[in-house]
């Protein structure tokens, strides 16, 4: 079944601002929300499918990424920048990232908002560095991680204190009489379990140092200081939690040959005198692909060719930058004793000058003839 338009999910168009947006993110939450509709599956379908929406719409490198490209551009892994929930995101997640849209009216799924907290990993911070024509094309990375992970035979029990609510309840004597106030359990930190049993070389809450291989798929048109989250891939949660995140940032490896600025590319173009002087063809290195250009006959040394389309997309709006080729022309350091007296007739004779006259027609026949 193919998703809807996120925008259709919220019932808003297209230029909507971030303030409408949240404002039907929550009518939608509120009107399908697991308390007011409890077993009722479709109704928990809907509000999954409005806190998809507005994970993207909310955050403006997101919406910009899904306006230029749908949800396929949203890519798997979390997708560009951590979009898509529909790959493992449950109801305590949801309630854990967006529970403050609801004002204090809901707690967590199913009520008991301050009650045993749903204890989460901590996440992971890695850098990435690609070449041009991967962050324009897309890739996929294998890599190796290292983690924090539950030891095997780690166990749990209920905390002794809150008997594993998560909370504590005290007491206190006042002038007004007797007030009772509940507090985040200070053995379990509001988790509700303690460590039972712990393997060697594990720490206090069973969980090891280890390794793994990951491979993240890398969207098209990434650019250099964004983040991809990759859920559920940090370090583990103790005692059956949610693992963490990992966040991947990207860093664009520097290019000898191609520059960037912004969304246009620019390269330069060595070529000899003869080829400037009788023009050639040439095969040119792109983000997409080697493509061939042609250089006229008389081509000065400062030239700009202009490649459209060539350039990345754009991540703002629809369409991509271009490619500029900046043409150099390569003097000769040595030349043949035929080549110099020709030179040094011309020179001598005043139809070689340094500024386009009605003779340089004239002197590139010459040259023609010479290289010939």
């Known amino acids: 079944m193919s998703k809807r338009d996120y925008y259709e ?18 009518k939608m939450a ?7 509709n409890p077993g009722d599956k479709e109704a928990e379908e809907k509000f999954k499918e409005a806190a998809e929406a507005y994970e993207v719409l909310s955050d403006d490198q997101k919406r910009a990424r899904y306006d230029q490209f749908g949800h396929a551009g949203m890519g798997g892994n979390g997708g560009f920048g951590g979009g898509g929930f529909g ?13 403050d849209i609801f004002g204090g009216g809901f707690g967590g799924f199913g009520g008991g908002g301050g009650g045993r907290q749903q204890v989460k990993g901590s996440n992971l911070r890695i850098r990435i560095k690609l070449n041009l024509e991967e962050m324009v094309n897309g890739t996929h990375k294998t890599i190796k991680v290292k983690k924090m992970k539950m030891a095997e035979g780690a166990t749990s029990k209920t905390c002794p204190t809150c008997n594993g609510s998560g909370v504590q309840l005290k007491v206190m004597n006042t002038m007004f009489g007797q007030m009772q106030t509940q507090t985040t359990c200070s053995t379990c930190q509001g988790i509700g379990k303690v460590a039972d049993k712990i393997p060697a070389g594990a720490n206090a809450q069973g969980l090891v140092k280890d390794e793994e291989e990951i ?26 939690g949610t693992p963490g995140d ?7 490896e520097v290019d000898q040959t191609i520059k960037r600025e912004g969304d246009n590319l620019h390269q330069e173009l060595y070529v000899s005198f003869a080829e400037a002087a009788l023009g050639t063809k040439k095969e040119i290195p792109t983000v997409g692909g080697k493509v061939k250009i042609t250089v006229d006959p008389g081509t000065q040394s400062g030239k700009i060719l202009r490649l459209a389309g060539k ?9 991509k930058g ?3 080729i900046h043409i150099n022309v390569w003097t000769p350091q040595k030349l043949t004793k035929e080549q110099k007296d020709f030179f040094e007739k011309q020179m001598s004779s005043g139809e070689m000058v340094a500024e386009p006259s009605g003779k ?11 290289f010939n």
């Open 215 to 240: 491979t993240i798929n890398i969207p098209a048109g990434a650019r250099d200081g964004i983040q991809l989250n990759v859920r559920g891939k940090g370090n583990d949660a103790p005692f059956g």
């Open 360 to 370: 340089e027609k004239t002197f590139f026949d010459k040259v023609k003839d010479l």
């Open 311 to 319: 350039g990345l997309p754009s991540i703002d709006s629809y369409g």
């Open 87 to 99: 790959g493992g995101m449950n109801m305590e997640d949801i309630f854990s990232q967006f529970g």
């Open 322 to 324: 271009d490619m500029f």
């Open 246 to 252: 990992l966040l991947v940032i990207i860093e664009e």
């Open 9 to 26: 999910v919220l019932g808003i168009s297209k230029s909507a601002s971030a303030d409408e947006i949240k404002k039907a993110y929550r």
């Open 30 to 36: 509120i009107k399908y929300h697991p308390d007011k």
